[in-house]
């Protein structure tokens, strides 16, 4: 991605309604949340350190903002954040992403999986337990396409299809772990016009039982459609990776009820350090056809969400330490969160990892301009 291929995120946050009363309005909305992820973007977590960073690169805020009552105070920035809709402030975020990212490439991995922010829940308060961000994260990309929070006493089965609902996912292999292994779930990929990749454990007993004497077959073993191995040396251990895919889904337990169901899957990791060897064996359904390689890909780039996100998010954004937990604030920062790690992984200019990239952001202005998009 290079200068002038990203709308600046003034324009974009222009679509958020400001909550504040017109009397009391001293600072643009659009700006204030400019502000917020320029800030984030050189390395700052906190609001208070937004302010302090602001006031320092006042100046180069001005060459493209009019900032016209000077920087907001750290407790401005932090109620504003607080009272922002977090569905509007969402909504603009996909619209900034679907211009950045018009066209998911066939086949790209979207991987769905749920992240909580373990120190924003504050007992007897607005927010009382953590925060509890459902990603859908594009393997390959390590782009965040969208994300909604869990609602109170509620969990990811729920919060799942309404962010599908969202996602432009035509041609794209959805993969989700054991919980939204459900045929609600399974649908609304299908409806979307994605495919799907669903792991299934101890929550589905029956079915994972018939994929197990399915495979095992009566009287013989069931053969497999096709097969798929890869074996990774490094870092002091070989790991051998194992996919079996099978198409005899009538088979399995109420298979008809998931939809276009077209096959079945095993994989086995084997994992060998000095001279200790484990074994784990993983079980999925798909509406895939029985191709081991594809399905196997799938599979593996899942775990790019653990790696390339949630790790990211907590190792080099300190989301597990924020304390934020005022009204929707949590909620909203993790969002800018979402709209840096973008920023950064978007970047082609340079080859350097989310915490250099903060650092260059941080010190040089030119880059920081080229990253959002602005002429100062």
């Given at each position: 991605?290079?200068?002038?291929?990203?709308?600046?995120?003034?324009?974009?946050?222009?679509?958020?309604?400001?909550?504040?009363?017109?009397?009391?309005?001293?600072?643009?909305?659009?700006?204030?949340?400019?502000?917020?992820?320029?800030?984030?973007?050189?390395?700052?977590?906190?609001?208070?350190?937004?302010?302090?960073?602001?006031?320092?690169?006042?100046?180069?805020?001005?060459?493209?903002?009019?900032?016209?009552?000077?920087?907001?105070?750290?407790?401005?920035?932090?109620?504003?954040?607080?009272?922002?809709?977090?569905?509007?402030?969402?909504?603009?975020?996909?619209?900034?992403?679907?211009?950045?990212?018009?066209?998911?490439?066939?086949?790209?991995?979207?991987?769905?999986?749920?992240?909580?922010?373990?120190?924003?829940?504050?007992?007897?308060?607005?927010?009382?337990?953590?925060?509890?961000?459902?990603?859908?994260?594009a393997a390959g990309m390590g782009v965040v396409l969208g994300q909604t929070a869990t609602a109170e006493k509620s969990n990811e089965i729920t919060a799942i299809p309404e962010l599908l609902a969202t996602l432009a996912l035509e041609g794209c292999v959805v993969t989700?772990?054991?919980?939204?292994?459900?045929?609600?779930?399974?649908?609304?990929?299908?409806?979307?016009?994605?495919?799907?990749?669903?792991?299934?454990?101890?929550?589905?007993?029956?079915?994972?039982?018939?994929?197990?004497?399915?495979?095992?077959?009566?009287?013989?073993?069931?053969?497999?459609?096709?097969?798929?191995?890869?074996?990774?040396?490094?870092?002091?251990?070989?790991?051998?990776?194992?996919?079996?895919?099978?198409?005899?889904?009538?088979?399995?337990?109420?298979?008809?009820?998931?939809?276009?169901?077209?096959?079945?899957?095993?994989?086995?990791?084997?994992?060998?350090?000095?001279?200790?060897?484990?074994?784990?064996?993983?079980?999925?359904?798909?509406?895939?056809?029985?191709?081991?390689?594809?399905?196997?890909?799938?599979?593996?780039?899942?775990?790019?969400?653990?790696?390339?996100?949630?790790?990211?998010?907590?190792?080099?954004?300190?989301?597990?330490?924020?304390?934020?937990?005022?009204?929707?604030?949590?909620?909203?920062?993790?969002?800018?969160?979402?709209?840096?790690?973008?920023?950064?992984?978007?970047?082609?200019?340079?080859?350097?990892?989310?915490?250099?990239?903060?650092?260059?952001?941080?010190?040089?202005?030119?880059?920081?301009?080229?990253?959002?998009?602005?002429?100062?």
């Amino acid at each position: 991605m290079k200068a002038g291929n990203v709308m600046p995120l003034t324009q974009v946050f222009v679509s958020i309604s400001d909550p504040r009363s017109t009397r009391h309005n001293r600072h643009d909305l659009a700006e204030l949340l400019t502000v917020a992820v320029c800030a984030v973007l050189s390395g700052v977590d906190d609001f208070v350190d937004i302010e302090l960073w602001a006031e320092a690169k006042i100046d180069w805020l001005r060459s493209f903002m009019k900032l016209e009552h000077g920087v907001p105070s750290h407790d401005t920035i932090g109620r504003v954040f607080g009272m922002i809709a977090p569905d509007e402030f969402e909504a603009a975020f996909r619209r900034w992403v679907g211009m950045v990212v018009p066209v998911l490439a066939e086949d790209t991995v979207v991987a769905i999986d749920g992240k909580s922010s373990r120190r924003s829940g504050n007992k007897g308060k607005t927010q009382a337990s953590p925060l509890h961000m459902v990603s859908a994260f594009a393997a390959g990309m390590g782009v965040v396409l969208g994300q909604t929070a869990t609602a109170e006493k509620s969990n990811e089965i729920t919060a799942i299809p309404e962010l599908l609902a969202t996602l432009a996912l035509e041609g794209c292999v959805v993969t989700i772990d054991a919980m939204g292994t459900q045929t609600k779930i399974a649908r609304t990929i299908r409806e979307r016009g994605a495919h799907y990749v669903l792991c299934v454990k101890d929550n589905h007993p029956k079915l994972l039982d018939s994929i197990l004497l399915a495979r095992l077959g009566v009287k013989e073993v069931l053969k497999p459609a096709s097969t798929h191995e890869t074996t990774t040396p490094g870092h002091g251990r070989i790991e051998v990776r194992r996919c079996w895919a099978f198409d005899a889904v009538d088979r399995l337990y109420q298979g008809g009820e998931w939809k276009d169901l077209a096959s079945f899957a095993v994989v086995e990791r084997v994992r060998t350090v000095g001279d200790r060897t484990s074994t784990e064996r993983a079980y999925y359904i798909s509406s895939l056809p029985a191709d081991a390689e594809r399905i196997a890909r799938a599979v593996r780039s899942h775990w790019e969400v653990e790696n390339r996100l949630h790790w990211c998010l907590d190792v080099q954004f300190n989301d597990d330490q924020s304390r934020v937990r005022s009204g929707h604030a949590a909620n909203n920062l993790a969002i800018v969160r979402h709209i840096v790690m973008n920023l950064l992984r978007l970047d082609t200019t340079r080859k350097a990892s989310i915490k250099s990239k903060r650092m260059l952001a941080a010190t040089v202005d030119h880059y920081r301009a080229e990253l959002l998009g602005v002429m100062t």
